[in-house]
């Protein structure tokens, strides 16, 4: 069961902008006619299939290939020794972040093994099954190297980082700290773990290539058609025009799709050698060495405070495990730095390297791990004073972003926190755990705070009117399953006056204007805003071409500033109909193209904070004999600037909750620290919530136009739903039992040692 609270935005009653409208892609969706990237269909395409190493460090020392060439339906079998040349894949750490996202990535390109399943082969078949039979008649000998896989044992050879992921710097430092920290009255010195997670997209990552001549065109599962494009094409070592992506329907990404996989160059390299289409798949198995993961981390929290319970200061160390190739250093104490005010403050990151494959981008990079632990210790030192949780961060809310000395654009997190605990009936909560029971139930209540950075991508938009008022949008942006097809309808519906049956979005075609893509919460905000301006320079042609054609009913009209409603012009008292107008005055149709800027090369951004925040609620039950953890309600509060579908909105910080949950209570990627290989690697033994794990949850959204943003006021929020809502069930679960675990998820075998007991 879930609840929807509608904002109450009366400036935004009229407008198609914030209505809840129900995705436009959807009827495509729920009758199968929307194509994802295996469904694509091309005559004569091939099946490919990847064979992995069962090793995770190494080199191969004989690999025969023999009997699997020989089997039926086998077209071909490519290893390191005929795999068409490729550049060198280069130093663990790029120049710039950039090319993090643009470099090469080679695949079969020598005889050593990196991480257990690295693609050691790929068998293209005539069918899928084919492929897959003739793989296992592949026989490999190794030499295995001792690898390095604990990071618990081997924190002592860390090392630090010139940069954590999007480029901020490493560490942090203002005031004293460790002199702020030793002379507080009252701190809270603790430390966390979480575990290595995976993103588990519904569709897997997968990849149809076409050759034409000297061009290929890719039909895949990506977020960021230009990272597809550049990278594939720097492997392939093409220039970029030579590369066709096409991604229009994602079944997911959640970070997963930022970059290319073993499936998009396999499939490349195969279609080029065989001369005709590939088609290639990860397994769900494959997935979790071969898509990414978020690392396992261990994160010392130190807060100290004065008696009235104002931080003195703040210290947030992490460890983190990196590949030992490929670096990736999540910011997860980067959040911090924003979230609280006090005099004194250092964050760190470090890294361990480790033989597995690298770390990725994961929804909500660094706030999600780095909330979970730190909202916990915030509750910690709450107890410690004898303060509610909830006014000890407003005692401690800042006035200006505390490390870069700058006013936020907008800031409701303080009401956020208020009006959820209102809605909430945080005044039932009792502040001694385990004070209520219901049977032989405990039940507790927990909150914690969020904040998400708000972000701008730099992105173009081309948008066109035809002679008969049909209204064409085109961006390289996609849709992952966020309604972006429906926020950018109604955007272009709105700002040219016309209904959403008008309009027409064209996206996930790399034929179209760049933009930034899906990722990072700044999908809608960049691709909103690039199409608003486009919108708004098509009008100008439009009138500008009205106000000169002898054919034109608005010919001579005056500087009068024209409105677009009702699928008419109106200036001053006279008005045309838009579609009878451009077919007078532009029977071929008008277009335009409009752009934004990326955030950090903007002045707002360099003289604001720009940050989304919000409020998480959490009830759970406790089993007082099993320590089985039940969700029983959930509420987030959300201040985001202006929504530009609630509906959609909504889905998407109903999915971060989800997350929320599934941080806290369930996932975990198990590694056999023997042989670096994730044992539970299905979604059989990798458990994320489902219907029965999610509870009765609610959505409120606060009225905020945040104008220092963007033109349309909005700001990200399809990550903010997993920032802190773990912690806050965390704390909930500690307001139940008294027992505090820091080491996540919280599993029963955690809970039940430390159960209070319950007389019969």
């Not at 494959?286 to 261990?298: D, I, L, P, Y």
């Not at 250093?329 to 990151?349: D, M």
């Not at 609610?698 to 809502?725: R, T, Y």
């Amino acid at each position: 069961m879930t609840k929807t609270t509608t904002p109450e935005n009366r400036s935004f009653e009229t407008s198609l902008i914030g209505q809840l409208i129900a995705r436009i892609d959807g009827p495509l969706k729920v009758t199968g006619r929307a194509t994802y990237a295996y469904e694509h269909a091309v005559e004569g395409a091939a099946f490919g299939y990847i064979l992995g190493a069962t090793i995770a460090k190494g080199r191969i020392i004989e690999i025969d290939t023999a009997k699997a060439e020989q089997a039926p339906g086998v077209l071909h079998v490519m290893t390191y020794r005929n795999v068409p040349a490729q550049p060198e894949f280069g130093p663990a750490v790029t120049p710039t972040v950039p090319e993090v996202f643009t470099r090469a990535r080679p695949m079969l390109s020598s005889d050593r093994v990196r991480f257990y399943d690295e693609p050691v082969a790929l068998v293209v078949a005539e069918t899928f099954e084919a492929g897959r039979a003739a793989a296992g008649l592949i026989s490999v000998r190794y030499e295995e190297a001792r690898g390095a896989f604990d990071l618990s044992a081997r924190l002592a050879d860390a090392y630090t980082p010139k940069r954590t992921n999007a480029g901020f710097e490493t560490d942090s430092a203002i005031g004293d700290f460790d002199g702020a920290f030793a002379a507080a009255p009252v701190k809270v010195d603790a430390t966390y773990r979480t575990p290595y997670e995976h993103h588990n997209p519904m569709e897997p990552h997968a990849t149809l290539a076409v050759w034409s001549g000297d061009e290929v065109t890719i039909y895949t599962s990506a977020q960021t058609l230009a990272n597809f494009r550049a990278g594939l094409a720097s492997t392939l070592d093409i220039p970029p025009e030579r590369v066709r992506i096409v991604s229009p329907f994602i079944g997911g990404g959640f970070g997963s799709k930022l970059i290319i996989h073993a499936d998009t160059t396999l499939a490349a390299l195969a279609a080029r050698v065989l001369r005709r289409p590939v088609k290639v798949a990860l397994t769900r198995q494959q997935m979790f060495a071969n898509a990414g993961h978020r690392a396992e981390m261990v994160q010392q929290v130190r807060l100290g405070a004065d008696l009235d319970g104002r931080l003195t200061s703040i210290g947030h160390d992490v460890w983190s495990a990196t590949s030992s190739f490929e670096e990736f250093c999540e910011q997860t104490a980067v959040f911090g730095r924003s979230l609280y005010a006090a005099p004194n403050r250092l964050t760190r990151h470090r890294l361990v390297p480790v033989d597995l494959n690298r770390g990725e981008w994961m929804r909500s990079p660094g706030e999600a791990p780095g909330m979970l632990a730190f909202e916990c210790a915030v509750d910690e030192l709450a107890e410690r004073l004898g303060l509610d949780p909830i006014e000890l961060r407003i005692r401690n809310e800042p006035s200006e972003d505390p490390e870069r000395g700058v006013p936020f654009s907008t800031r409701n997190l303080v009401a956020c926190m208020q009006e959820g605990a209102r809605r909430f009936g945080w005044d039932r909560r009792n502040p001694t755990p385990g004070r209520i029971r219901e049977g032989r139930k405990l039940v507790g209540y927990g909150m914690a705070a969020a904040i998400r950075p708000n972000y701008i991508g730099a992105t173009t938009a081309r948008v066109a009117i035809d002679a008969t008022g049909r209204v064409t949008a085109e961006l390289d942006m996609t849709d992952i399953g966020t309604g972006t097809y429906t926020i950018l309808t109604q955007i272009a519906a709105e700002s040219l006056g016309v209904p959403m049956a008008a309009v027409k979005v064209e996206l996930g075609d790399s034929r179209f204007p760049r933009t930034a893509g899906s990722g990072g919460s700044w999908g809608a905000a960049s691709a909103g805003s690039a199409l608003h301006n486009a919108c708004n320079t098509l009008k100008e042609r439009i009138m500008e071409a009205a106000r000169s054609s002898d054919r034109s009913p608005l010919l001579g009209a005056g500087d009068v500033a024209p409105s677009f409603v009702g699928g008419e012009i109106r200036v001053g008292d006279r008005s045309a109909s838009l579609s009878d107008l451009i077919g007078r005055i532009a029977p071929e149709g008008i277009e335009a193209t409009g752009s934004v800027a990326a955030a950090r090369d903007t002045e707002s951004y360099k003289a604001y904070s720009h940050h989304s925040y919000g409020a998480h609620f959490a009830e759970v039950a406790v089993d007082g004999d099993t320590g089985e953890i039940r969700m029983r309600r959930m509420l987030s509060v959300i201040g985001a600037g202006r929504i530009l579908n609630a509906k959609t909105a909504r889905s998407q910080i109903l999915g971060g909750m989800a997350w929320g949950i599934g941080a806290a209570l369930m996932e975990e990627t198990v590694l056999d620290r023997r042989y670096g290989h994730f044992v539970n690697h299905d979604l059989a033994e990798y458990h994320v919530p489902v219907n029965g794990d999610v509870p009765e949850m609610e959505v409120v959204f606060l009225e905020e136009f945040d104008d220092k943003a963007n033109p349309l006021g909005s700001k990200g929020l399809g990550e903010l739903g997993v920032c802190g809502s773990g912690a806050a069930i965390a704390n909930a679960v500690y307001n139940a039992t008294g027992v505090r675990v820091r080491e996540f998820p919280i599993t029963l075998d955690k809970v039940l040692p430390g159960l209070p007991a319950i007389a019969i």
